[in-house]
């Protein structure tokens, strides 16, 4: 038994939930958001509330259970609250900065990186060095934050690279004289 999964998920006052030909559609002050609906699982919208059941007792019923659930729950945070990543870029000469639908990077390349924004993600550079990125698909905006990571990973020995808000960076010693 899932203990995530048995949680039924909460519909706040302004959202509106709907289940039509196998996708849920999601309604809030934000915008609105779809989830295609598994098989192998049943969902239920029952006044202030959604339900999620295994439709059988398969094994692939149970594995699939919590994270479909927990895949609705996002849904209805995305669309009432939305989700934001943080990125710190730490290098002598490293900065970021938006302009419009285009993130400029300045990574130590011998050319600038434009990271062209994908609709529904915005992007909001608050000094040079902090990139905030905000939108209501939690796996939306997570892919966002990975791609720009992935043009400077950070390195071990200095520190040096784009990384998340809070993330610890393993630093090894360097070389012994």
Known sequence: ???????PVAIPAGVSANIADGVLSVKGPKGALTLTLRDEISYAVDGDTILVKPANDTKQARAFWGMQRTLVSNLITGVTEGYTKTLQITGVGYRATAQGKV??????????????????IEIKTPDNTTVLISGIDKQKVGQVAAEIRRWRKPEPYKGKGIKYAGEFIFRKEGKKK
């Open 103 to 120: 993130l400029k990077l300045q990574l130590g390349y011998s050319h600038d990186v434009n990271f062209d924004v994908p609709e529904g």
């Open 1 to 7: 038994m899932s203990r995530i999964g048995k949680k």
